[in-house]
């Protein structure tokens, strides 16, 4: 197995054994920081749209490795603005970098990116299509707390919320395809998981159980991935303030969980998940997002070849 | 009113220049036939195109007769997605020497544009690339948005 020079561009590119590597190398740099594992290696971060949380993720990971960050942090200031093709830019920027992350808003402008560029290329999300490293530090984060997944035990991860337009959802189903799964799903009337998402989950082994509440969802599982419900994705304002009432995590709700529910949120929270909810054991959300660091650690390094990935 | 065109068999072959030598693209999908001979005949081709004429196999049909030039039956590839019904002939001296089906590659590259308006091909100057996910019916999907399509809700590029 072989990382260096590789790009990052979708969870479908990856097989099992390449995803548990990738989050063996995390838990080691979890584990024992390594502050000079990216010295003298440079990243670009190319934000076309502004993404302020994976763009702070992304650089603090570097930094704390020891490498250095260039970049722009919004499409205005960059030159697609005056008319250079994305392909351009990432031929100029190739020449100052050992490592691309870019985040744009057209589906599959990654992949495009990763076939000019020389040098890897990590999709920090692409449109409406992918954000592989949320999903590592995602699958990173429900490996931790349950050892099992890896074990092959099934586990129950219920999903909540925007299922249909969910980009996070998605690729995290896709990447639950390779472990022993029992997804339990709750999403508003128009917002279920799209077909497809269903029956490759299945063909890959999952057991799916639609659930008629959030709460049946708090009973039984192990961990709860909740969404933020968009307010441009209901024509009816009335409908949405509705849907917002029904699908809210509240610390009364959790009284009837099961002591190990953990409930992850990729973050940044609306009003999905109350604020009393922070203070019980099963808030897990915020060290969710600190896992982003020694999982893009752990990506960048296997990328520039300056660790090695195991299986 | 009937507006079917009145054909017979006998009469249907004349409807349509015969040609010594070149290709015969038949049992096109009538709505199709003009889309077939944009994608496969150039300005210099000598072309006769037979619009809505019936057909037992599949109601009204489009024939696209090329005169003196046989189709290379790879570089048609494209007709998958439009009419994977057709046939190609290749005709020597008025002889049929050749029939095919349409194939279906493993890869449509840069003949059909993305039928997802916010996938980076329709926003860069970029060829498409789509990847055949399923034969029958014919699905694929988008190398770069990653969505998947039926042939029929693609359009072709020329
Ligand atoms: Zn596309």
């Avoid at chain 1, 409406?128 to 490996?143: E, K």
């Avoid at chain 1, 159980?209 to 039984?220: E, H, T």
């Avoid at chain 2, 068999?9 to 040609?19: G, H, K, L, T």
Wanted: proline share 6%; hydrophobic share 40%; charged share 25%.
């Amino acid at each position: 197995m072989n990382f260096h020079g590789r790009h990052i561009i979708s969870i479908a590119d990856f097989n099992r054994a390449e995803i548990l590597a990738v989050l063996r190398a995390s838990r080691e740099l979890a584990e024992r920081p390594r502050p000079e594992l990216l010295a003298k290696r440079q990243m670009a971060t190319l934000f076309f749209e502004p993404s302020t949380r994976t763009r702070l993720s992304f650089e603090a990971a570097m930094h704390r490795c020891g490498g250095q960050v260039i970049g722009f942090s919004d499409a205005a200031s960059s030159s697609t603005k005056k008319g250079e093709s994305l392909a351009d830019t990432i031929r100029m920027v190739e020449q100052y970098a050992d490592v691309i992350v870019m985040r744009h808003p057209r589906d599959g402008s990654a992949r495009l990116a990763s076939s000019v560029s020389r040098v890897p290329v990590i999709n920090g999300g692409d449109g409406a299509n992918q954000h592989p490293s949320q999903t590592f530090l995602d699958l990173f984060t429900i490996a931790s707390l349950f050892p099992q997944l890896e074990r092959g035990e099934e586990l129950k991860i219920a999903f909540a919320g925007d299922l249909k337009y969910g980009r996070t959802v998605h690729s995290l189903v896709t990447a639950l395809g390779h472990f022993r799964v029992r997804l339990l799903l709750v999403a508003p009337d128009g917002l279920e998981l799209p077909e497809h998402y269903l029956t490759e989950a299945r063909a890959a082994g999952l057991e799916v159980d639609i659930l008629p509440s959030l709460q049946d969802a708090v009973n039984q599982a192990d961990v709860l991935y909740m969404t933020r419900l968009q307010e441009e994705r209901f024509p009816d304002p009335l409908e949405f303030d509705h849907i917002k009432a029904t699908y809210r995590i509240t610390a009364a709700m959790l009284r009837s969980a099961r002591p190990e529910l953990r409930i992850l949120h990729p973050l940044p929270r609306v009003g999905e998940i109350a604020p009393d909810v922070d203070a019980t054991p099963h808030a897990h959300y915020f060290q969710q997002a600190g896992n982003g660091i020694p999982v893009r650690q752990a990506l960048v390094g296997l990328v520039t070849g300056s660790l090695e990935a195991k299986s | 009113m009937n507006r079917e065109p009145i054909t017979t068999s006998a009469s249907r072959v004349r409807q349509v220049e015969a040609i010594a030598n070149g290709t015969v693209i038949d049992h096109i999908p009538a709505e199709v036939t003009l889309a077939v001979a944009r994608l496969l005949t150039t300005t210099d081709d000598q072309v006769f195109i037979g619009m809505n004429l019936r057909s037992t196999r599949i109601g009204r049909k489009g024939v696209v007769k090329i005169s003196g030039r046989e189709l290379d039956v790879q570089a048609a590839a494209a007709l998958a997605l439009i009419a994977p019904s057709a046939t190609i002939c290749i005709i020597r001296n008025y002889e049929v020497v050749g029939k095919n089906q349409i194939p279906i590659p493993e890869v449509f590259a840069d003949v059909a544009a993305c039928a997802n308006p916010n996938c980076v091909t329709n926003h860069e100057r970029w060829p498409t690339r789509f990847l055949v996910i399923d034969r029958n019916p014919l699905q694929v999907r988008c190398h770069y948005c990653e969505r998947a399509f039926a042939a029929d809700e693609l359009t072709l590029l020329r």
